[in-house]
């Protein structure tokens, strides 16, 4: 084990996390003393940021009101400190009748969502749990190791911060190169690939204490609308569903995954009358529970995103969703709104009380498995020794540096540590606006070795003149480099680059810069700009693949990554030039 010794917590086999509704006497007791709404809101979790608040502050009311008066299962833990988010946790803990299930996006580890944050206007980074690159640049290592042990640094940090669940592994196939949402968050185009990366993450997680959760149920990655803010369309054949897009959760469900989160997306192969899958009786329970035998915990994505939203609004979105199959409605709009749609489903005669029941069984249990009926609150005095360990963190770098995929290099121009150290390099750096810290890592790398860089940036959202201006900076450089932040995200209608950037890029090849280009988000950029002569990808804009990608490009790290997507016409799945270090490391 190179990333952490920590035992599984729960003492449970991970397999009981998908057991489904045992008999259990806590159990059956718990149940028993619920009411109709009570039952509802064990099926509505509502988010909690991770902030600071006072204790007599609106937030605060409100976050008991949602566990003291409306009597919610659990919560979505959002971002804030470690140590902010674990307090508030043991606080609502104990303040709620019945433990409360928490689950978080821990996609990239528990430092997704576990950090402080940036200090401005110094720039302070304060720190937080282990962050790794996104689950791309785990597929470009092909190394399911690698994943097993991030699945297991992930569990035993998100368990010290009081988080149960963990809303990952993504399992969609990312076949589609305009996804907008998806795109690095997926392991790569091979349902192959997904599905060992995906059972490997999960081990890792679900033998170390935490539920794993395979989404987005059944399957997000061939679509280029983002389901943030519409409603996608998969129009492709169940015999194509089966071979494709189903290849990841089957996999998940034969390896004990706990948990599956739902697409809020339509599939006429699966339902032809266009309900998305969170929606959808032949999606949740004809496919998922009957067809493929899953009987872990089904979560609904987000009940507040567009996808689902538009067509049905939020009261008949939750009716629907429960009608389904869902056990989880997550990150309502309005609590006590969604657990009187979900009692007046029921007294509408569309479910009755025991698919409440049901549902409630399978929560109380996976409660009882995780030992929550016994000890619920977490060791605040212990957290600084688990979440964010050096080891862990420098797993973390390790993974970075193994994922760095040189795609292209025409003028063998990398790596550039053959170059003079005085040689002057240009660093132009393009970002959204709030990415604080695009750039700044890398280019204080590239410094180690080239004292004379200089770093400018670019906004993405509103480029203007910016970029032509450095025209003539260029010309006066030796070496210009480009690092592309512009990538996936919750709020992106598309991954390509803005116009006036790949315009930039492409000028400064006919003006012979011979740029060299990384992306930090979109790894299909090629497509875009396929006149550079030297192409690496980065897969993601955290810290350690900064650092990671500046070392691969100075010749200080070897350069492994294979790539687990193509990039038609202009690279194939699995292409990937292999440099070894400049001066390898003496023994």
């Known amino acids: 084990m190179t990333a952490c010794t920590s035992a599984n917590p729960t003492g449970a086999h991970p397999a009981t996390f998908a057991g489904g509704a045992l008999a259990d006497r806590w159990v059956d007791s718990a149940l028993g003393t619920l009411s109709v709404r009570d039952k509802a809101a064990q099926m509505v979790w509502p988010t909690v940021v991770g902030d600071y608040v006072p204790l007599d502050s609106h937030q605060w009311r409100t976050l008991l009101h949602d566990v003291v008066v409306e009597h919610v299962g659990g919560f979505t833990a959002s971002v804030g400190s470690p140590i902010d988010i674990a307090s508030k946790l043991n606080a609502l803990q104990r303040a709620s009748t019945l433990p409360l299930l928490i689950g978080a996006d821990f996609e990239f580890g528990a430092g997704q969502r576990a950090r402080a944050g940036t200090f401005l206007p110094n720039g302070i980074d304060l720190g937080g749990a282990t962050l790794f690159p996104p689950e791309m640049a785990f597929g470009a290592t092909r190394d399911t190791g690698l994943v097993y042990e ?83 369309v998969v129009r492709v054949t169940r015999a194509r569903l089966d071979s494709v897009e189903l290849v990841p959760f089957g996999a998940a469900i034969s390896a004990g995954v706990g948990a599956i989160m739902s697409f809020h997306g339509s599939m006429p192969a699966l339902d032809t009358s266009g309900t998305p899958g969170t929606l959808s009786a032949p999606v949740l329970t004809g496919l998922l529970r009957g067809e493929l035998h899953f009987n872990g915990v089904i979560i609904s994505d987000a009940m507040d995103m567009r996808g689902v939203l538009d067509r049905y609004g939020a009261v008949e979105a939750a009716k629907r969703a429960v009608a389904a199959g869902a056990d989880v409605l997550i990150q309502p709009q309005d609590i006590g709104q969604t657990i009187d749609a979900i009692v007046a489903g029921v007294q509408e005669g569309r479910y009755t009380e025991s698919r409440l029941d049901a549902s409630v069984r399978r929560l109380l249990a996976l409660k009882r498995a995780l030992k929550l009926d016994r000890e619920r609150v977490v060791d605040l005095d212990s957290l600084r020794a688990i979440v964010g360990d050096s080891m ?58 080239f004292p004379n860089v200089r770093s400018e940036y ?130």
């Open 150 to 232: 991030e699945g297991e640094v992930t569990a035993v940090e998100g368990r010290a911060l009081g988080v149960h669940i963990d809303y990952a592994p993504v399992l969609d196939v990312n076949n589609n190169a305009s996804n907008p949402v998806i795109n690095t968050r997926s392991y790569g185009e091979s349902p192959a690939l997904d599905a060992a990366f995906g059972r490997a993450f999960i081990r890792g997680v679900q033998e170390h204490g935490m539920v794993a959760t395979g989404k987005h149920f059944p399957g997000h990655g061939d679509t280029e609308t983002n389901s943030h803010l519409a409603l996608p």
């Open 392 to 449: 862990h963190t420098a797993f973390a770098a390790q993974v970075a540096e193994r994922s760095m995929t040189l795609v292209k290099d025409s003028l063998h121009s990398i790596p550039l540590g053959r170059l003079a150290r005085g040689t002057r390099i240009l660093v132009v750096t393009v970002a959204r606006r709030a990415d604080l810290a695009a750039g700044v890592t890398f280019a204080s790398e590239l410094r180690q070795t």
């Open 458 to 587: 670019v906004d993405a959202d509103e480029p203007g003149q910016e970029p032509w201006s450095l025209l003539q900076t260029a010309d006066s450089a030796d070496v210009t480099i480009v690092g592309s932040y512009v990538g996936q995200s919750w709020d992106a209608t598309t991954v390509d680059a803005p116009a006036a950037i790949t315009a930039f890029i492409q000028a400064l090849a006919q003006r012979g810069a011979r740029p060299i280009l990384v992306s930090f988000g979109n790894p299909y950029l090629l497509q875009q700009v396929p006149g550079v002569s030297a192409y690496l990808i980065a897969w993601g804009g955290f810290p350690i693949s900064q650092r990671a990608a500046a070392r691969a490009l100075v010749g200080v790290a070897a350069i492994t990554g294979t790539l687990p997507v193509s990039i038609p016409p202009y690279a194939t799945f699995g292409a990937g030039i292999q440099l070894l270090p400049l001066h390898p490391p003496t023994s």
